[in-house]
């Protein structure tokens, strides 16, 4: 099942046209840059065609008359060459890089606008790393191949039509002989690129393995010398190694016959035109420029049919990054709003507030059952009832289906039957981001963004002024940690948030969730242990964020669970137990067991 | 000099490879330059009445009388040599692989067996991306360097010489028009390579800035859903992705314009080598074969130029590469001089006035910890986070050393006995450990290879993982790590410790390492572990007072000092913050009833 997330398949290489046909639908906007590159690719390959008649004439011509005064036109003709490569070479590179990067970026606008629209569960069940190998490295070798691919492509096959037709022009007899050649020349060609290729990839497969194994050693050092695994440890390596090794080797070997053997077919060829022009020449037939000509023409014919197996091969390497990058284009969204609620609700990127109702916070659950794609059933038949500005605690073991309840409020996830009501009405029948308007979601470990702790906290509201800012800093007590940085609020988190303490970056959350206002607070409680002090912090923060508001916690902190207006023990995805703190106490069942067994350690903590 | 030095120092042992290989491609380069002579050969000599310019061995095999018999000897000798040639190629080819592979595979071995041996100090400081970095792309960049780089210089230098010399020997000089260019051609290649590095790097950082927003947003989607800041999150993306897209542009530009401008010069010196070649072939200085030969070698001098200019540039970032490695190299292994005294450890452990700090802290993080264990006896270590409990553990397996007091273990001073000779004696079971991603099976079975089923069985029995295990996909056959195959902390905790159980160790230590299993299980585990080790010296860090009640001995740790010592019921009667503890964790319920009012 995890199969999709494999970065290297070994499919089979048939052409996937529907995939093809996508990924040229991408390149639409760019049709101006297309047909210009086709065209700057078409007279480079005629400049080059040309270039050994250019010396024929001076050969033939001004040599063979001995006419000095026929030289200023040839220097004349020289330099006219001289400007028009140049200029052409100038004008397929920037073309071609041109298409090459727009049409990444292209593919990562699509791609990233998708990320959006993805629900949750998507993400879930996708690894980050795949999401971004398709947003860099894919999007990257794809617009490089297509561009590239499409200049060696034109200029190849320009490249020998126009050797071919020349040759024939100039000489019927000799072209025929080289020609014999030809088909050699191309099957070798193939034949060596499709296994050098796969030859690079066996490396970069075992050598993707060994940056594995220094993670490992790096990650797992202390274990490995508790355990004493030195030299263990560099046995298996050492066999990485050594393989490694050996495939590069091997590699090296059929890269270093490919070209060698091309080298031998094109003497062949040129050992033809020697005797049979030779013959030629002195029959008189053919000119000695003429001769030069075809010897020329013989060493231009293997770099358009180097390129053009080598376009060929990637183009084939290249289909598994394509169908990588449509899957995640044209991913299925399995929650989305109806045709009528976005009519009425607009889209994330038109939405017609103007129609959205204003948000009080009762929601109810009503018979809803729930599973996963996987199969698992997590909920079933779960009824609740919360009033608006009612706070619950969900506690139990992990697997219980705290989360997946808190997902089903978010409209992460979608219930498999049973409704959700916010307000009294189905949330299906309004839209996911008047939902998600009104929602605040503080996480356990808290995700910042890079960039400064202001902006971080306007994050919750885009339209949030400085003032409002400070205001909500100070509402959860992160005001006076912000002012003794040297910065203020603006201090850079860095990436990840690493400067920032744990409970720093708690409290910055806080103030972002605090300062978006929702009617709804989902807070995922942190199990990490803090300082006392800014545990006590947390706790004032938490309090007064939850104040007013609807709000579910998955509860770890003592003084949230035994706040709450209602507690909420699951097991199995069911209810098992449920009051407030005190009853359940007293009822010495199943929350209080938990309770003595799992709360017990945070009180010592925080003695 | 160092700069020499620190190139060649790799390469030792598998340098003559290079050498041969190095020899053969310089023949190869003196048997390219001769290709263009057979054309001259059958121009000038053969339809002429010239001299040709082919080496004499080669002239003498071409000798017939008739023209067609000395163009057929020409064709037949032209496949010969190039025949010959290419078995060049290629053995020189193979020659110079197996050398950089040698080179790549050692380096890479020694760096794993280098940072496997540096100490648990430098492992806990050190960036694992940073090192990760050095030991596969520097290395990369080092082996491309001696494979490709520094052999293409030698091969392009003497390919530049031979074709240099084939022209002398025609028309010295044509030959010297015909370079005019080349200097210009180099420096200007030159200066662009090392000037387009600065445009290069901005690339990257905005490649840099770009992967890191999508990198955000992904791991932060429920933030952006939940703030419904998609739209925000489009618009921040598409100006780094534009940023990218147009710092790439730039370097297109250059890219562009370089070519294009060096392909100018480049016809330009074809247009005086043509011009001239012409003029002298008419005034007869020149015949006409040698002004196609030429024509031929100037191509062979002069398209390579651009690429001599990019290595130069790259030759500075193979130095910085290899900096980079031998700084790794350069900090000493922790079994650098460590003693060879191996006693036999029986697991009577002192402390007395134990101390620890790092060099660069300014508090001590353990001062005057003095306690004693007799052989099979458990001892509990109870304290806070950031309470030294850690440190002690990893000074009793000298992960760390200790800068004060002494450690004694049997009455030898841990000092004088051999690391590995320890850690084999003294098993630790951390709170986080770490798994390889090889099989479950082999994972518990990582110390003792080629243990059997049954008594890898029995000890994930014990340790109450055995079940867990068969109720993978795979069971015990399942790859840690492999497709998302993730253990919860719980049975990463229980796999460390049914590892443990295949050796008998004289101590063990415990580093709060049943934290994410609960109570229950805890106790289950415990009390099998107890039976089994029953004269093993047992060390117990833990938070649970539950835990810590059934040792022997208890220490109750606060700030890096013994705040109490004693066992369970001396300390209760002490009273303090263990007898308040345990009041508060066994008779929770009328707690919580007073703080819920």
Partial sequence: MMQQFEEETYQDMSLNTATWKRIFSFMRPLRKYIILVIFFATLLAVADVGYPLINRYGIDIIIEEGDLSLLPLFIGIYVFYMFFVAGIVFAFIYTAEKIQNHLAYIIREKAFKKLQELPFSYYDRTPAGWIMARMTSDSRQLSDILSWGLVDVTWGGMMMIGLIVVMFILNVQLTLITLTVLPVLIYLSIFFRKRILKAYRDIRKQNSKITGAFNEGIGGAKTTKTLVLEDSNYQDFDQLTDRMRRHSIRAAVFASLYFPSILFVASIATALVFYYGGLDVRDEVITVGLLYVFVSYVGQFFDPIMQLANSLARFQQAQASAERVVSLIDADLDIDDTDQVKEKYGTIEAPKTENWEALKGDVTFDNVTFKYKKGEQVLSDFNLDVKAGESVALVGHTGAGKSTIVNLICRFYEPTSGRILIDGTDYKKRSIHWLHANLGYVLQSPHLFSGNIRENIRYGRLDATDEEIIEAAKLVGAHDFIETFEMGYDTEVTEGGSRLSVGEKQLISFARALIANPRILILDEATSSVDTTTEKKIQKAIETIMEGRTTFVIAHRLSTIVNAHKILVLEHGRIIESGTHEEMIKNRSHYYKLYTNQFKESLFESN | ?597
């Fill in chain 2, 1 to 597: 000099m160092k700069r020499y030095r620190q190139f060649t120092k790799w390469m030792k042992g598998y340098i003559y490879l290079y050498v041969i290989g190095f020899f053969i491609l310089m023949a190869v380069q003196y048997l390219r330059t001769l290709t263009p002579l057979f054309i001259q050969h059958i121009i000038d000599n053969i339809f002429g009445d010239e001299p040709s310019a082919l080496p004499m061995f080669m002239q003498r095999m071409v000798q017939h009388d008739t023209i067609q018999g000395m163009l057929l000897l020409v064709a037949i000798v032209s496949i010969l040599f190039t025949i010959v040639r290419l078995v060049f190629v290629f053995v020189g080819r193979v020659l110079v692989s197996l050398f950089t592979e040698n080179v790549a595979y050692r380096m890479k071995n020694k760096l794993y067996r280098h940072l496997q041996n540096l100490s648990f100090n430098y492992h806990s400081k050190a960036e694992t991306g940073d090192l990760i970095q050095r030991t596969t792309t520097d290395v990369e960049t080092f082996r491309k360097f001696i494979g490709e780089q520094f052999t293409d210089v030698f091969r392009l230098f003497f390919l530049t010489a031979f074709a240099i010399m084939q022209m002398a020997l025609m028309n010295v000089r044509m030959t010297f028009i015909s370079l005019i260019m080349t200097p210009v051609v180099l420096t200007i290649a030159t200066i662009y390579f090392n000037r387009v590095k600065k445009v290069f790097d901005r690339v990257e950082k905005a490649e840099g800035k770009m992967t890191t927003a999508v990198q955000e947003n992904v791991t932060g989607t429920r933030v952006v859903k939940a703030f419904q800041n998609e739209k925000f999150e489009m618009d921040k993306f598409a100006a780094t992705s534009e940023r990218f897209r147009d710092e790439s542009m730039h370097l297109s530009r250059l890219m562009a314009f370089f070519w294009s401008g060096t392909d100018f010069l480049i016809f330009f010196q074809y247009t005086l080598t043509a011009s001239f070649g012409i003029y002298y072939t008419i005034q007869g200085a020149l015949d006409p074969g040698q002004f196609i030969a030429f024509l031929a070698l100037l191509g062979m001098i002069v398209w390579p130029l651009r690429q001599l200019g990019r290595i130069v540039g790259d030759f500075g970032k193979t130095s910085v590469a290899l900096d980079r490695i031998d700084e790794i190299m350069a900090e000493p292994s922790e079994h650098e001089g460590d003693s060879d005294f191996k006693p036999q450890i029986d697991g009577h452990i002192t402390f007395r006035n134990v101390g620890f700090q790092f060099d660069d802290d300014t508090k001590p993080l353990l001062k005057g910890i003095s306690f004693d264990v007799e052989p099979g006896e458990t001892l509990a270590v109870i304290g806070k986070t950031g309470s030294g409990k850690s440190t002690l553990m990893n000074l009793m397996v000298r992960l760390l050393e200790n800068n004060e007091g002494e450690i004694l273990f049997d009455g030898n001073d841990i000092k004088t006995i051999n690391k590995r000779h320890l850690r084999k004696n003294v098993g630790i079971i951390l709170q986080e450990p770490f798994l390889y991603s090889k099989t479950v099976f082999e994972n518990i079975g990582i110390m003792k290879r080629g243990a059997k089923e049954e008594s890898i069985f029995n000890a994930a029995t014990i340790a109450r993982v055995h079940e867990d295990i068969l109720g993978f996909e795979r069971g015990y056959e399942t790859v840690v790590g492999e497709r998302g195959v993730t253990l919860s902390g719980g049975q990463k905790q229980r796999v460390a410790i049914a590892r443990m159980l295949l050796e008998n160790k004289p101590v063990l230590i415990f580093d709060d390492s049943l934290s994410a299993v609960d109570t229950e299980t805890d106790i289950q585990i415990r009390r099998a572990l107890m039976h089994h080790w029953q004269n093993t010296t047992v060390f117990i860090i833990t938070h649970r007072i539950t835990t810590a009640m059934e040792a022997d001995k208890i220490i109750v740790l606060e700030d890096g000092k013994i705040k109490a010592y004693g066992d369970h019921a001396s300390l209760l009667k002490e009273g303090g913050l263990y007898a308040s503890l345990y009041e508060q964790q066994t008779n929770l319920a009328e707690n919580i009833r007073k703080e819920a009012v």
